[in-house]
């Protein structure tokens, strides 16, 4: 049977996991696989599993069990190893790395943070300040058959939402970082113009989120800023 | 505008909350073992769709350029205005007002991230929200 693997901690970590089960259909049962320096949390890796909502909610509520008692390295989604003692060996022969990287760790957590801005006031913003763009926009509201010129008008705007949200998501990551450790930022972005993790310190827990929200109010209602956490340090692994 | 994070979470609840929006953390970072394989993971398709917003294309000009004609430039330039004003004059509820728009999402994510927990999560695939932004969202290349 192989090993589905949650997450490595220190060896002196307490591993409080009553109560709470692994992932599969029935929920898998979770033990400790432990040397002398490493706890590892696992279960049986049920047979074809899936990342079903179930499933993947079971492995963050491991994760955040073991997080509210000490440092956690999270693994990823449906890591799964051939059995347990492969996994021992692992905690062997990564002792060094895990243990390192469990301390930088100890007594942080991740935020992840979004933005978005409504793309009509952006627009807006773009229309008001080049002079160039108004005028792409008069003539082709006039002239709605004029391609190249529409063309013209887009890239332009393409250009400037570009370069403009990049200041903004710039100017919330600096404004936030000194309260935080490190940042991650995801590397491809969608119609967020800002998708960043944050490792913050629990002590810097509640003067970070107040920080958010600072700034939240302080764009106004045409930004949208989400903010999800404290969750296990998936980005700082 | 009462949601603080107070402390880890580990609270009971109902498992229905903000997990769409870590999903690419759960299933793209995290720590591999490169030794061991992840599991075929049927259904991350359904998830993850792929973000193909090509910024440089003529699609993507054309339609920003609908878009920007279509806009009605003057009520919107009031919009504003207006807000500034109910701020000036009545300070307290007017920023309350205005916090409210902006960080609602924050706010529900988390308490929602506090009060998740596990014992009742319903069966289909996290792909709850429907606006264009949030199914648009999480584009990283899947685990190899």
Redesign the interface.
Same mark, same amino acid.
């Given at each position: 049977m192989s090993t589905y693997i949650y997450a490595i901690t220190s060896a002196d970590h307490p591993l409080r996991l009553k109560g709470i089960k692994g992932v599969g259909d029935p929920a898998s049962e979770l033990r400790a696989l432990g040397t002398q320096a490493l706890s590892a949390v696992v279960s049986d890796a049920p047979a074809g599993l899936r990342a079903k909502r179930r499933d993947l909610v079971a492995h963050q509520d491991v994760l955040e069990r073991l997080l509210a008692d000490g440092a956690v390295l999270p693994m990823r989604f449906g890591l799964v190893a051939p059995d347990d003692e492969q996994v021992l060996t692992a905690l062997d022969d990564q002792r060094d790395a895990y243990l390192e990287r469990l301390k930088e760790l100890e007594g942080c957590l991740e935020f992840n943070l979004k933005a978005s801005r409504d793309e009509d006031d952006l627009l807006r913003e773009i229309i008001a300040e080049s002079e160039e763009a108004r005028q792409l926009n008069e003539f082709t509201r006039e002239n709605p058959d004029a391609r190249n010129q529409k063309i013209a008008l887009g890239e332009l705007l393409s250009r400037e939402i570009q370069h403009r949200n990049s200041v903004q998501a710039q100017h919330i990551v600096d404004r936030l970082a000194s309260l935080t450790v490190r940042q991650h930022a995801a590397e491809q972005q969608d119609s967020n113009f800002l998708n960043v993790s944050f490792l913050v310190r629990r002590e810097n827990m509640e003067s970070f989120s107040r920080a958010v929200r600072e700034e939240a109010d302080r764009r106004g209602p045409a930004y949208s800023l989400s903010l999800h956490g404290p969750l296990p340090p998936y980005s700082f692994v | 505008?009462t949601v603080? @994070? !107070?402390s880890?979470?580990?609270a009971g609840g109902s =498992?229905s909350g903000?997990?769409y929006? +870590?999903? /690419?953390?759960?299933?793209?970072? *995290?720590?591999?073992?490169d030794? %061991?394989?992840?599991?075929s993971?049927? =259904?991350?398709e359904i998830?993850k769709i792929d +973000?193909r +917003?090509v910024?440089?294309s003529?699609d993507?000009?054309?339609? %920003? &350029?609908?878009?920007?004609?279509r806009?009605d430039?003057e009520s919107?330039?009031k919009a @504003?205005t207006q807000?500034t004003d109910i701020v000036g004059e009545a300070t307290e509820s007017g &920023?309350k007002g205005? $916090?409210k *728009?902006?960080?609602? =999402?924050?706010v529900e &994510?988390?308490s929602d991230?506090l009060q998740? &927990? *596990?014992d009742s999560? @319903?069966? /289909? !695939?996290?792909e709850r929200r429907s606006t264009? $932004?949030s199914s648009?969202?999480? $584009?990283?290349r899947r685990?190899d």
């Open positions: - | 505008m603080v @994070p !107070q880890n979470s580990t =498992g903000n997990l929006d +870590v999903l /690419e953390l759960i299933l793209d970072r *995290g720590l591999v073992i030794a %061991f394989v992840r599991v993971l049927v =259904g991350i998830l +973000v +917003v910024v440089a003529v993507t000009y054309l339609r %920003f &350029a609908e878009a920007c004609n806009l430039l919107g330039r @504003p807000l &920023a205005k $916090s *728009g902006a960080l609602t =999402g924050a &994510a988390l991230s998740r &927990a *596990g999560e @319903p069966e /289909e !695939q996290p264009a $932004s648009r969202r999480t $584009s990283r685990e």
